[in-house]
C-alpha cells in the first residue's frame, strides 16, 4: 500500500524515464538498416509527443528535446538543429508579442474595450457582443491568453455592477430596508463579501499580470485573487447567474476564435507558417502563403464562427431562459445604470495620452505593412527592395525596435520650461518581467522536430504510409482531420497537436497528389476550436477560474460550438479557400515527383 502514494507523486517522473527506455529499440541500426535515421527522428517525436500530451514535463522544455537528442543520435548536427529555435517565423511571432505588451503597458486596452461598450449599449446580451468583439479583434494580433486576462477583469467588473444593480433594484422594488450603497471609486469593482461587509477591489488588480512568463502562473495567480476577493456568485437570482456566466464565457470564447484570423493571432498558426516555410523554402511558396494571403481566407472564416458564437450564447443564456420562464432581464433603470458606469469608468481614464496614441499608431503601422507587403492584388512595398529577402518577420521586429525607442510622453517643453523625462514605450525591465520566453522554445521545438522529421528521411516513411488512405476522398479526409484535430485539443496542448499533424497531413497531401494547404488549413484552423473543458486551451482554464463557471457549462456551450465552427471552417475552405490558394490543384511550390496536378471537386 506505501506503494500507491509514491506512485502518485511520481508518476510523472516515471513515466518519463520509461518512455525513452521502452522505445529504445526503435535506434538500434540492426533492426531499421539504412532506415536507421528516419527511425530515430521518429524516436524523438513519439517522444516528444507522449510528454506533450501527458505533460511530463513542462510542455515549452520539452521543445528542447530535438537540441538534445538529435545530436546523440546522429539524426542532425547541433548547430542545425539549434538554427530552428530563432528562425524568421520565431521573430515574426516575437515581434507581435512585443506590440501586444506594449498595448498592455499603455492599457490601450481598457480604453478600447470602454469605448466599444458605451457605443453597444447597455443590455447584456450587446454587453456581450462587445466584449466578444473587443477580445476577438485583440486576440487577431495578441495571444489569446494575454488578451483574455486583459479583458476578463472589465468584464467581471461588469458583470458585478450589473448584478448589484439588479439586487438594488429588486430590493426597492420589494420595500425591503436596504443598507446605502456608497459610491464606487475610480478604480474599483464591487465584491459582494460576508453579510456585514461588502469591499471593493481595484480594477487593475483584479487579475494577474496577462505576461507572466508561463501561462501556468497566469491561471494559478487568477485562481488565488479570485480566491482573495470571492464574489458571492451562488446567492444570485438563476438570471443573474446565466447572465454572470455568458459574459465571462464570451471573453474566452472570443480570444480563441479571433486568435486565427491571423498569422501572429495563435501559436497554432505560427507553427502552421513555420513548417510550411521548412517544408516549401521556394520563392513561389513563399508568395502564396503570406500574412495577407492567410487573412483574406481566415479572417471571413473568423467574423462569420464569432457571429455564430454570440447567436448561440445569446439562444443559451437569454433567449432560452426567457422562452422557458417568460421573466425578461431587460429593465430601462439598470440600462440606464450601466450606461453611467460605463462613461464614468471612461471618463476616468481621462484624455488619450501620447503613450497611447503612440502604441495604437505604430500597431497600426505593423498591421498595414503586413498586409500590404505582398497583397496579391497588388504589387507589395517589398518589391522596392531586393526580391525575397523581406517577410513578414521584417516589419515586425522593425515595430518592435521602434518601441524601444519611441518615447512615452510628448517632447514639449512643459509651463515650468523644462523638458519631460525620457521613457521609451517599452523598457528591457518590462521585457525581462512580462515576455514569454516558453512560447518562444515552444515554438522553436516544433520547427526543430519538423526540421529533423524531413532531414532523416522520415518523411518518405510516412509518406509510404499515409498511402493506404488514398481510397477516402479529400473531403472526407479533410472532415475526419477536423474532427480528429478539434477533440484531440480539448485535451492536449492546441500547439502539440499542431506540431504532430501538420507534418503528417504534408505528407499524405503530397503522396495523393492534394494540394498541401487542403490538409494543413484545417488542422491548424481546428486547434482553435478549444471550447468545451477548462484544460482546453489557457482562456478556457483562466475564466473557469473566475468562479462563475462548471465544468458542465462550458460542456454545454462548448460542443455545439465545436461542430458548428468545424463546419464553418470546412464550408469556408471551399469557398474563400478555393479562391484565394487555388486548393483544387496541386501547386507548383509542391514536389511533382511521381505526382501530376490533380483536381478535385467536393
Excluded at 450603497?181 to 460576508?194: A, L, T
Excluded at 494559478?220 to 470571492?230: H, L, T, V, Y
Aim: hydrophobic fraction near 50%.
Amino acid at each position: 500500500m506505501s506503494v500507491l502514494p509514491f506512485l502518485k507523486s511520481y508518476w510523472k517522473t516515471l513515466a518519463a524515464l520509461l518512455i525513452p527506455i521502452v522505445l529504445l529499440p526503435l535506434v538500434l541500426e540492426p533492426l531499421f538498416g539504412d532506415k536507421i535515421y528516419a527511425a530515430r527522428c521518429g524516436y524523438v517525436m513519439i517522444i516528444m509527443g507522449s510528454y506533450w500530451v501527458l505533460e511530463l514535463v513542462a510542455i515549452p522544455i520539452t521543445g528542447l528535446l530535438p537540441a538534445i537528442l538529435f545530436p546523440l543520435l546522429g539524426v542532425q548536427k547541433a548547430e542545425d538543429v539549434c538554427i530552428n529555435y530563432f528562425k524568421d517565423s520565431v521573430m515574426l511571432f516575437v515581434g507581435g508579442l512585443l506590440v501586444a505588451m506594449a498595448v498592455e503597458e499603455t492599457n490601450l486596452h481598457r480604453r478600447i474595450a470602454l469605448r466599444v461598450l458605451l457605443i453597444v449599449g447597455a443590455r447584456p446580451y450587446w454587453i456581450m457582443a462587445g466584449f466578444m468583439i473587443v477580445s476577438a479583434g485583440l486576440s487577431m494580433f495578441i495571444s489569446n491568453t494575454a488578451t483574455t486576462a486583459m479583458i476578463l477583469p472589465i468584464a467581471v467588473a461588469v458583470t458585478v455592477e450589473l448584478n448589484r444593480h439588479a439586487v438594488t433594484l429588486q430590493q426597492s422594488r420589494s420595500t425591503i430596508e436596504m443598507t446605502p450603497i456608497q459610491h464606487q471609486s475610480s478604480n474599483s469593482v464591487y465584491i459582494e463579501g460576508s453579510e456585514e461587509e461588502s469591499k471593493t477591489r481595484p480594477l487593475d488588480q483584479s487579475f494577474p499580470d496577462s505576461s507572466a512568463a508561463n501561462i501556468a502562473d497566469v491561471i494559478e495567480k487568477a485562481e488565488a485573487q479570485f480566491e482573495d476577493a470571492e464574489i458571492n456568485f451562488k446567492s444570485l437570482s438563476p438570471r443573474q447567474q446565466e447572465i454572470s456566466k455568458a459574459l465571462v464565457l464570451s471573453v474566452a470564447y472570443a480570444a480563441s476564435i479571433g486568435g486565427m484570423a491571423t498569422l501572429t493571432g495563435t501559436l497554432t498558426n505560427v507553427i502552421f507558417y513555420g513548417q510550411f516555410r521548412e517544408q516549401y523554402n521556394n520563392a513561389a511558396a513563399r508568395e502564396e502563403l503570406t500574412y495577407a494571403s492567410f487573412s483574406f481566407f481566415a479572417l471571413p472564416t473568423m467574423i462569420i464562427c464569432l457571429i455564430v458564437a454570440w447567436c448561440w450564447l445569446t439562444f443559451q443564456f437569454f433567449l432560452f431562459p426567457y422562452l422557458r420562464s417568460r421573466v425578461s432581464e431587460h429593465d430601462p433603470e439598470i440600462d440606464r445604470n450601466m450606461k453611467q458606469m460605463f462613461r464614468r469608468k471612461f471618463s476616468e481614464l481621462g484624455p488619450v495620452r501620447f503613450a497611447e496614441m503612440s502604441a495604437l499608431a505604430l500597431f497600426l503601422t505593423l498591421v498595414v505593412l503586413w498586409f500590404f507587403r505582398a497583397p496579391g492584388f497588388m504589387a507589395g512595398w517589398d518589391t522596392g527592395f531586393r526580391q525575397h529577402f523581406i517577410t513578414d518577420a521584417t516589419p515586425a521586429v522593425l515595430i518592435g525596435f521602434l518601441l524601444f525607442l519611441w518615447p512615452r510622453q510628448i517632447p514639449v517643453r512643459g509651463t515650468d520650461g523644462k523638458w519631460p523625462k525620457y521613457q521609451a514605450i517599452l523598457t528591457w525591465k518590462v521585457i525581462a518581467r512580462k515576455f514569454p520566453w516558453d512560447v518562444v522554445l515552444l515554438l522553436g521545438g516544433s520547427l526543430a522536430l519538423a526540421d529533423g522529421v524531413e532531414k532523416s528521411g522520415l518523411t518518405d516513411v510516412l509518406k509510404g504510409v499515409l498511402l493506404t488512405l488514398s481510397s477516402i476522398p479529400p473531403l472526407g479526409i479533410c472532415a475526419i482531420l477536423a474532427l480528429i484535430v478539434t477533440f484531440c485539443t480539448e485535451f492536449a496542448s492546441n500547439s502539440a497537436i499542431a506540431t504532430i499533424f501538420i507534418p503528417l497531413v504534408i505528407q499524405l497531401a503530397e503522396g495523393t497528389c492534394v494540394n498541401p494547404l487542403y490538409y494543413m488549413l484545417p488542422v491548424t484552423i481546428s486547434c482553435s476550436f478549444a471550447f468545451m473543458f477548462p484544460v482546453a486551451t489557457p482562456p478556457n482554464a483562466i475564466v473557469f477560474s473566475s468562479g462563475f463557471l462548471r465544468v458542465i457549462d462550458m460542456v454545454k456551450a462548448g460542443v455545439v460550438l465545436n461542430f458548428v465552427c468545424m463546419g464553418i471552417m470546412i464550408g469556408s475552405l471551399h469557398t474563400f479557400g478555393y479562391w484565394v490558394f487555388h486548393l483544387d490543384q496541386y501547386p507548383e511550390w509542391a514536389p511533382q515527383e511521381n505526382c501530376t496536378a490533380l483536381q478535385f471537386h467536393n
